[in-house]
């Protein structure tokens, strides 16, 4: 727990932060919901625009309170956080297969037209069709319901007060180093041994380090947003190569399945392993890009967060 938290002033602080992390993040799930029921009605059951707000919406608000907790343990919200995982799943499946139908049908057509391939295609239609059936069950399950409900009881929970930015910057300051703490740590065990599940990890950290960054970007100072600039070319990268580790995966799965498509599967997914594995010799220089940034002193803080 940090200076900040040990008296009941830092308390309230976080907890009217965290009100405005929630707050926002209602409105933006709310919106996302009703765009997608209403895209629903009028017969496009994909609304992929919709689907992608109400993912990251989810996503970003999970990543926030993780973080939170971990500037204040007194919090308790890893119930919550934990709903807010589980509720993202589906809609996470949804982007995996969309990401899947987009690279094979790419990599597919520059072989041109054969049985086989006209046969993986309607297996990778298949995968989607029964990703997107099950984000739209999701959509309307109790769970997904009862853990939007949570997050709004818990909002009413926290306190109203008004706290100015000079009143909260040493704390937001302090949430942002400790989120930095732990993109640190992933890349190093990253460098020291380049597997996909460290590169993925490391992918997860930078994104909570955005979402974090760009919530409390009205506290911090406009320096913060070309922070997240950086760290979002980071993730980027991170999350083509993950892309291309999911993609590989799955063929070599319906390889397995389909003997009659196992030559071209494994083809393809040889394709999208050497993707991958450049991807995974490339982020060192967006990463040293993220760690050369150094913010004027006058806009975010007084010393520096990296340190």
């Given at each position: ?8 002033d ?40 919709s ?79 029964r ?47 400790v ?47 070309e ?35 196992k030559?071209?599967?494994?083809d393809?997914?040889l ?12 982020w ?9 940034f150094r ?6 803080t ?6």
């Amino acid at each position: 727990m940090s200076e900040w938290t040990v008296n009941e002033d830092g308390r309230v602080i976080v907890r009217v932060l965290v009100r405005g992390l929630v707050h926002v993040a209602r409105e933006e799930i709310a919106g996302a919901e009703t765009s997608v029921r209403r895209a629903r009605l009028e017969g496009d059951s994909s609304a992929p625009g919709s689907i992608r707000q109400l993912r990251i919406a989810i996503r970003r608000i999970e990543y926030q309170l993780a973080t939170m907790a971990d500037v204040d343990s007194s919090l308790d919200i890893d119930d919550l956080v934990k709903g807010l995982h589980e509720v993202g799943k589906p809609f996470g499946q949804l982007r995996d297969a969309e990401i899947l139908s987009a690279r094979v049908a790419k990599v597919l057509r520059a072989r041109g037209v054969t049985p086989e391939s006209d046969r993986l295609l309607e297996a990778v239609a298949d995968e989607h069709y029964r990703a997107q059936r099950a984000s739209d069950g999701w959509l309307d399950s109790e769970e997904f319901h009862r853990t939007l409900e949570d997050l709004n009881e818990f909002r009413l929970t926290l306190p109203t007060d008004a706290v100015t930015p000079t009143m909260a910057r040493p704390i937001a300051q302090h949430a942002i180093r400790v989120t930095w703490r732990s993109v640190k740590r992933a890349a190093k065990l990253a460098k020291e041994e380049s597997r996909d599940e460290l590169l993925h990890a490391l992918r997860r950290k930078v994104k909570h380090a955005v979402y974090l960054t760009r919530g409390f970007s009205y506290v911090l100072g406009p320096s913060s947003e070309e922070f997240a600039l950086r760290l979002v070319t980071l993730q980027k990268l991170l999350g083509r190569q993950h892309d291309h580790v999911v993609v590989a995966a799955w063929l070599q799965g319906i390889g397995g399945d389909y003997a009659s498509l196992k030559p071209l599967t494994d083809d393809v997914s040889l394709e999208e392993r050497r993707r991958a594995d450049h991807g995974a010799e490339e982020w060192a220089e967006p990463w040293q890009f993220v760690r050369d940034f150094r913010p004027k002193e006058t806009v975010m803080t007084s010393y520096s967060f990296f340190d």
